[in-house]
């Protein structure tokens, strides 16, 4: 962690303005490492559309160490999450009630909970219900979000007014007040919970792509496909979503964070995941009594979910600044 | 300005009805019976009838809407289904508990959050940025629940410096008036008191800010790099005026008007966090409470809880709206989409 900052520190030019230093691409990538929000006034001529958004977007990614790091950290936990069952040195649902609250030693590296049950490999079959759960929730609330965006962007007038206020009233109630009051009319459990979390987080997607889309449609290339007569449904999808993909994709990585600290809030809660399945939020849940009595039942599991969400902050922070050095946050 | 006022003002009324429609569906309609869990499971259907009757739960859900609603504009949210005392009562019995908290919290990120914020700024690409950025980073990836856990670790069971949870000792407690703790304290001249409620808040509210302080920092940074860029900041410079008064004087007013909007909207959003706070630091606010209540499917409170959290961020959204609307004329609602 120290390491990202430390090469900001030496490599960014100290002289200048912000503006001076957002002109390369390059030095922008290191510059931006903690996701800073870019300082708008620049020259826009230099930032002339690249042949390929892709290219140029991982190039400038490559750049940036931070978010280098964290993508390589993201496939590790991808691949733990895959190959969880055989990294495990213990069943991670088999209790044994003579080996409960041992400290972390060479048979249980992080220790065993009140249970019995190995913390590591709780830990680690943890990885696989965290990254799901925040794939699945994103993708219902992404798939939702920008139906809902796409058609009031495009349709505007009344289709958007009741579209868009229906978004506000989500929002007028905090998203985990709303998430526990869903999982209150669903029913506790894993499948509900990505319900909830997809649910309540449809409004901020179908507001960017909302924005997107009003500023897209007034291109004249847009204009062009309504007059050779193409249906609204084809322009939406390929010629005005596509502009608006790499927008959505950093905001989907971001949210992926948000959706794993909510799942872990609401196992946190008790009413995710149902035990002995392991979730981490649900760990420190239950462990929470052991506070004093045995710290470590409560440390890996928090260490985990940090560490995860850092990752996809910082990545989604790279994207973001990849992408677009004007973009703002939210 | 007048006419953006209203607009917005109006906007409020079908956000409300909506979030009281949604919150009573969620309830009412999609909720599982609640006769069974609050009666027992081994209670007849004779009895759970005639609860459901008397609880009116009977009635078509369009009555039972407006049956709610014309109650609620008159300041009758229903029962609790266990205690049988009213809604309103019971959150305002716990409500001061949250205030107290959040409002803690939102003092500890603002005054934190700028701070480092600007000195993050001021002193660019120093170490205070690099310790910023990773704060600020650090602050928003952190489980609010965990950080708490570690605080209560640390600084209760490894320093002692801390109470581990609760609002005050139980013999210290103030008598009540306000419900604030610290202001009854001090109402009584309890100085003692006092200093143990104080003592009480700390932990929670630092845990329950991080988040906030974590945006503060960031916004409050990048809008101060912002405002250091612009030419005026340079002719004040190129006039020769020391340094900390450019900062001080020129760079931080304008720098802070967006600021402003952020903490009001945080501030919104600490009153969902304080549910997870609460849980940890057994604070007695209405944020635990609403966990239990949505467990033993206690639903009127449930709905009362919602919909004055709703009324609130609504409210404090609006006034962050108007107050950047005031701060800074430049602002064109009629172009701006997304904020």
Redesign the interface.
């Known amino acids: 962690?120290?390491e990202w900052?430390?090469s900001?520190?030496d490599e960014?030019p100290?002289m200048g303005?912000?503006?001076q230093k957002a002109d390369e691409t390059f030095a922008m990538g290191i510059a931006l490492?903690?996701?800073?929000?870019?300082?708008?006034?620049y020259d826009e001529t230099l930032h002339e559309k690249p042949e390929n958004q892709w290219l140029e977007m991982w190039r400038s990614l490559r750049a940036n160490r931070a978010a280098l790091v964290s993508l390589i950290f993201i496939v590790f936990l991808v691949l733990v999450a895959i190959l969880g069952p055989y990294l495990t040195p213990y069943n991670p649902i088999e209790t044994d009630m003579s080996s409960a609250l041992q400290t972390p030693s060479a048979q249980h590296w992080f220790g065993t909970d009140q249970l019995g049950m190995d913390i590591f490999s709780r830990v680690i079959a943890g990885t696989r219900v965290s990254l799901t759960v925040g794939l699945l929730a994103v993708s219902i609330a992404l798939t939702t979000g920008i139906i809902l965006g796409a058609i009031a962007g495009y349709a505007g007038g009344w289709v958007d007014t009741v579209i868009m206020?229906?978004m506000?009233?989500?929002l007028?109630?905090?998203?985990?007040?709303?998430a526990?009051?869903?999982?209150?009319?669903?029913?506790k459990g894993i499948d509900k919970a990505v319900i909830a979390i997809g649910l309540v987080s449809i409004p901020e997607y179908a507001?960017?792509v909302?924005?997107n889309i009003?500023?897209i449609k007034e291109n004249d290339y847009i204009a062009a496909a309504h007059v050779v007569g193409l249906s609204d449904a084809r322009i939406i999808f390929r010629h005005v979503l596509p502009n608006a993909l790499s927008v959505i994709i950093v905001r989907a990585t971001l949210g992926i964070?948000s959706a794993i600290?909510d799942t872990?809030?609401l196992g946190?809660?008790?009413?995710g995941v149902q035990p002995p399945q392991p979730e981490w939020?649900d760990m420190?849940g239950r462990a929470?009594g052991f506070?004093?009595q045995a710290?470590h039942t409560?440390l890996y599991p928090?260490m985990a979910?940090?560490a995860t969400?850092?990752a996809f902050?910082?990545l989604g922070d790279g994207l973001r600044d990849a992408l677009d050095p004007r973009a703002r946050?939210? | 300005m007048l006419k953006y006022v209203i607009k917005r003002v109006l906007?409020v009324l079908?956000?409300?009805i909506?979030?009281s429609i949604?919150?009573f569906s969620?309830?009412r309609v999609?909720?599982?019976d609640p006769a069974p869990i609050v009666l027992g499971q081994h209670a007849n259907e004779e009895s759970m009838q005639a609860w459901r009757e008397a609880n009116g739960l009977n009635d078509p859900v369009v009555t039972q809407y407006f049956a709610y609603i014309s109650g609620a504009l008159k300041g009758d949210l229903g029962t609790s289904y266990y205690t049988k005392s009213a809604v309103t009562d019971e959150i305002f019995a716990r409500f001061p508990a949250t205030i107290e908290l959040a409002v803690a919290a939102i003092v500890f990120a603002s005054i934190i959050g700028i701070g480092l914020g600007v000195m993050a700024a001021v002193k660019?690409?120093?170490?205070f940025d690099?310790a910023g950025?990773?704060f600020?980073?650090?602050g928003?990836?952190?489980?609010i629940?965990?950080l708490g856990?570690?605080f209560?670790?640390f600084f209760s069971?490894f320093l002692h410096w801390f109470p581990?949870g609760g609002r005050i000792d139980v013999l210290l407690k103030p008598a009540e008036v306000t419900g604030f703790y610290m202001i009854d304290a001090l109402i009584a001249g309890d100085g003692e008191a006092f200093s143990n409620a104080l003592n009480h808040l700390i932990l929670p509210a630092l845990a329950l800010g991080m988040y906030s302080m974590a945006i503060i920092t960031?916004?409050t940074?990048?809008?101060m790099?912002?405002t250091l860029?612009q030419d005026y900041i340079r002719t004040a410079r190129a006039k020769g005026i020391t340094e900390t008064k450019v900062i001080a004087k020129h760079a931080l007013r304008p720098s802070l008007i967006p600021v402003t909007t952020v903490i009001g909207l945080q501030f919104?959003?600490l009153?969902?966090?304080a549910?997870?706070t609460e849980?940890?630091f057994s604070w007695p606010g209405i944020g635990k409470f609403?966990?239990d209540c949505?467990?033993k499917?206690d639903?009127p409170v449930?709905q009362g809880i919602?919909l004055l959290?709703?009324v609130i961020?609504?409210t404090i959204?609006l006034v962050a709206d108007l107050a950047y609307a005031y701060l800074d004329p430049r602002i064109k609602y009629s172009s701006k989409?997304?904020?």
Request: cysteine-free.
């Open positions: 962690m120290s900052n430390q900001s520190l960014v100290t303005s912000e503006s490492p903690d996701g800073e929000i870019p300082v708008p006034d206020r229906v506000d009233m989500m007028a109630i905090p998203s985990i007040l709303l526990i009051t869903l999982m209150a009319a669903l029913g507001r960017i909302r924005g009003l500023s964070s600290l872990a809030a946190f809660l008790g009413l939020g420190l929470r506070i004093f710290p409560l928090g979910i940090t969400v850092l902050n910082l946050i939210k | 906007m079908p956000v409300m909506g979030v949604i919150v969620l309830m999609f909720s599982p660019k690409n120093s170490i690099a950025s990773l600020a980073l650090v928003v990836s952190i489980p629940f965990w856990i570690l209560i670790m069971g581990s960031r916004m940074r990048s809008s790099l912002e860029g919104g959003s009153l969902g966090g549910l997870l849980s940890v609403t966990v949505i467990l499917s639903f449930v919602v959290v709703a961020f609504v959204n989409k997304e904020r």
